[in-house]
Protein backbone atom coordinates (compact mmCIF):
# COMPACT_ATOMS: atom_id res chain seq x y z
CA UNK A 1 0.00 0.00 0.00
CA UNK A 2 1.35 3.48 -0.83
CA UNK A 3 0.79 6.37 1.44
CA UNK A 4 0.47 9.91 0.56
CA UNK A 5 1.37 12.29 3.56
CA UNK A 6 0.79 16.20 2.94
CA UNK A 7 0.84 18.88 5.94
CA UNK A 8 0.16 22.23 6.28
CA UNK A 9 0.60 24.65 8.92
CA UNK A 10 -2.80 26.59 9.02
CA UNK A 11 -6.02 26.50 8.32
CA UNK A 12 -5.67 29.29 5.90
CA UNK A 13 -2.96 27.34 3.76
CA UNK A 14 -3.36 25.32 0.92
CA UNK A 15 -2.65 21.74 0.14
CA UNK A 16 -3.78 20.87 -3.63
CA UNK A 17 -0.31 21.31 -4.81
CA UNK A 18 1.19 18.52 -2.46
CA UNK A 19 -1.89 16.80 -3.30
CA UNK A 20 -1.65 17.01 -6.40
CA UNK A 21 2.10 15.58 -6.72
CA UNK A 22 1.61 12.92 -5.13
CA UNK A 23 -2.04 11.53 -6.70
CA UNK A 24 0.19 11.98 -9.59
CA UNK A 25 3.20 9.66 -8.29
CA UNK A 26 0.37 7.24 -7.47
CA UNK A 27 -1.19 6.66 -4.41
CA UNK A 28 -3.55 4.41 -2.80
CA UNK A 29 -4.27 6.17 0.38
CA UNK A 30 -4.08 10.02 1.43
CA UNK A 31 -3.93 11.63 4.45
CA UNK A 32 -3.76 15.32 4.91
CA UNK A 33 -3.02 17.80 7.84
CA UNK A 34 -3.57 21.12 8.82
CA UNK A 35 -1.47 21.92 11.46
CA UNK A 36 2.00 22.82 12.40
CA UNK A 37 5.38 20.53 11.93
CA UNK A 38 6.66 21.67 15.38
CA UNK A 39 3.87 19.69 17.57
CA UNK A 40 4.59 16.60 18.29
CA UNK A 41 1.27 15.24 18.28
CA UNK A 42 -0.33 14.75 14.54
CA UNK A 43 -3.37 12.84 14.33
CA UNK A 44 -3.31 11.99 10.96
CA UNK A 45 0.66 10.56 10.91
CA UNK A 46 0.32 8.67 13.95
CA UNK A 47 -3.07 7.00 12.22
CA UNK A 48 -0.31 6.54 9.02
CA UNK A 49 2.03 5.23 11.24
CA UNK A 50 0.02 2.18 13.24
CA UNK A 51 -1.50 1.44 9.58
CA UNK A 52 2.23 0.79 8.13
CA UNK A 53 3.25 -2.74 7.03
CA UNK A 54 6.55 -3.70 5.44
CA UNK A 55 6.79 -3.48 1.93
CA UNK A 56 4.18 -0.17 2.33
CA UNK A 57 5.67 3.27 0.85
CA UNK A 58 5.14 6.48 2.55
CA UNK A 59 5.57 9.30 0.01
CA UNK A 60 5.45 12.91 0.55
CA UNK A 61 5.38 15.57 -1.54
CA UNK A 62 8.93 17.47 0.55
CA UNK A 63 11.14 16.40 3.30
CA UNK A 64 9.81 19.49 5.29
CA UNK A 65 6.44 17.92 5.42
CA UNK A 66 7.23 14.71 7.46
CA UNK A 67 9.47 16.03 10.51
CA UNK A 68 9.32 18.66 12.48
CA UNK A 69 12.74 19.20 13.26
CA UNK A 70 16.22 17.54 11.49
CA UNK A 71 16.03 14.95 14.08
CA UNK A 72 12.45 14.09 13.98
CA UNK A 73 12.75 14.16 10.35
CA UNK A 74 15.80 11.22 10.52
CA UNK A 75 14.17 9.28 13.50
CA UNK A 76 10.82 8.29 11.43
CA UNK A 77 12.48 7.88 7.97
CA UNK A 78 14.73 5.51 10.51
CA UNK A 79 11.90 3.74 12.23
CA UNK A 80 10.41 3.25 8.28
CA UNK A 81 13.66 1.47 7.44
CA UNK A 82 13.83 -0.56 10.22
CA UNK A 83 9.82 -1.31 9.40
CA UNK A 84 10.58 -2.43 5.80
CA UNK A 85 8.72 0.81 5.06
CA UNK A 86 9.86 2.45 2.26
CA UNK A 87 10.42 6.58 1.98
CA UNK A 88 9.76 8.79 -0.90
CA UNK A 89 10.36 12.33 -0.80
CA UNK A 90 9.08 13.92 -3.76
CA UNK A 91 10.84 17.46 -4.57
CA UNK A 92 14.57 16.20 -3.02
CA UNK A 93 14.30 12.45 -5.08
CA UNK A 94 14.80 10.68 -2.11
CA UNK A 95 13.86 6.58 -2.09
CA UNK A 96 14.99 4.78 0.31
CA UNK A 97 14.95 1.60 -1.06
CA UNK A 98 17.54 2.80 -3.69
CA UNK A 99 21.50 2.61 -2.88
CA UNK A 100 21.59 6.67 -3.46
CA UNK A 101 18.65 6.91 -0.77
CA UNK A 102 20.44 4.84 1.38
CA UNK A 103 23.42 7.08 0.85
CA UNK A 104 21.82 10.02 1.60
CA UNK A 105 19.75 8.56 4.28
CA UNK A 106 23.29 7.77 6.36
CA UNK A 107 24.35 11.52 5.05
CA UNK A 108 21.93 12.65 6.97
CA UNK A 109 21.92 10.32 9.97
CA UNK A 110 25.69 11.89 10.37
CA UNK A 111 24.88 15.25 9.91
CA UNK A 112 21.95 14.56 12.45
CA UNK A 113 24.57 13.21 14.95
CA UNK A 114 27.16 15.77 14.10
CA UNK A 115 24.30 18.28 15.07
CA UNK A 116 23.56 16.78 18.24
CA UNK A 117 27.31 16.49 19.34
CA UNK A 118 27.60 20.01 18.49
CA UNK A 119 24.88 20.76 20.95
CA UNK A 120 26.36 19.03 24.17
CA UNK A 121 29.95 20.76 23.47
CA UNK A 122 28.56 23.76 23.54
CA UNK A 123 26.57 23.72 26.61
CA UNK A 124 29.68 21.76 28.34
CA UNK A 125 31.64 24.71 27.41
CA UNK A 126 28.89 27.06 28.59
CA UNK A 127 28.40 25.30 31.90
CA UNK A 128 32.51 25.28 32.46
CA UNK A 129 32.46 29.31 31.06
CA UNK A 130 29.82 29.84 33.86
CA UNK A 131 31.85 28.09 36.51
CA UNK A 132 34.49 30.09 35.75
CA UNK A 133 32.87 33.16 36.44
CA UNK A 134 31.25 31.80 39.91
CA UNK A 135 28.11 30.95 38.45
CA UNK A 136 25.94 27.37 39.29
CA UNK A 137 24.09 26.01 37.30
CA UNK A 138 20.44 25.07 37.84
CA UNK A 139 17.44 27.08 39.20
CA UNK A 140 17.63 30.04 41.45
CA UNK A 141 17.25 28.57 45.06
CA UNK A 142 13.64 29.74 46.51
CA UNK A 143 13.79 32.17 49.78
CA UNK A 144 13.75 31.04 53.19
CA UNK A 145 9.85 32.40 53.59
CA UNK A 146 8.87 30.24 50.62
CA UNK A 147 10.48 27.27 52.50
CA UNK A 148 9.34 27.76 56.08
CA UNK A 149 6.17 28.41 54.56
CA UNK A 150 6.28 24.71 52.99
CA UNK A 151 7.73 23.64 56.34
CA UNK A 152 4.74 24.90 58.15
CA UNK A 153 1.92 23.12 55.47
CA UNK A 154 3.84 20.06 55.90
CA UNK A 155 3.91 19.81 59.54
CA UNK A 156 0.76 20.65 59.52
CA UNK A 157 -0.80 18.02 58.02
CA UNK A 158 -2.93 18.86 55.91
CA UNK A 159 -1.81 18.97 52.35
CA UNK A 160 0.17 16.69 50.38
CA UNK A 161 3.21 17.33 49.15
CA UNK A 162 2.50 17.98 45.45
CA UNK A 163 -0.06 20.15 47.18
CA UNK A 164 2.53 21.62 49.17
CA UNK A 165 4.46 22.08 46.35
CA UNK A 166 1.96 23.68 43.87
CA UNK A 167 0.39 25.91 46.74
CA UNK A 168 4.39 26.78 47.28
CA UNK A 169 5.96 27.27 43.63
CA UNK A 170 8.41 25.09 44.72
CA UNK A 171 9.71 21.26 43.63
CA UNK A 172 9.31 18.33 45.24
CA UNK A 173 13.05 17.96 45.36
CA UNK A 174 13.32 21.51 47.40
CA UNK A 175 11.02 20.35 49.91
CA UNK A 176 12.58 17.41 50.56
CA UNK A 177 15.86 18.76 50.80
CA UNK A 178 14.36 21.30 52.81
CA UNK A 179 12.70 18.84 55.75
CA UNK A 180 16.56 16.97 55.54
CA UNK A 181 18.55 19.57 56.30
CA UNK A 182 15.68 20.84 59.17
CA UNK A 183 16.06 17.37 60.50
CA UNK A 184 19.83 17.21 60.51
CA UNK A 185 19.92 20.52 62.29
CA UNK A 186 17.68 19.19 65.17
CA UNK A 187 19.84 16.06 65.52
CA UNK A 188 23.29 18.15 65.57
CA UNK A 189 21.48 20.51 68.06
CA UNK A 190 20.62 17.45 70.13
CA UNK A 191 23.98 15.77 70.40
CA UNK A 192 25.24 19.15 72.37
Known amino acids: MTFGYARVSTEEQNLNRQIDALNNYGIDELLTEKITGTKRDRPELNRMLDKLRAGDSVVVESLSRLGRSTKD ?46 TVQRTNE ?44 IAQGTLYNAIRKRKERMLGHGKD
Open 126 to 169: GLQAARARGRKGGRPPKDQKTIDKALKLYDAQTHSISEICEVCG
Open 73 to 118: LLNLVEQFDRRGVIFVSLKESIDISTPTGKLLLTVLSALCQFERDL
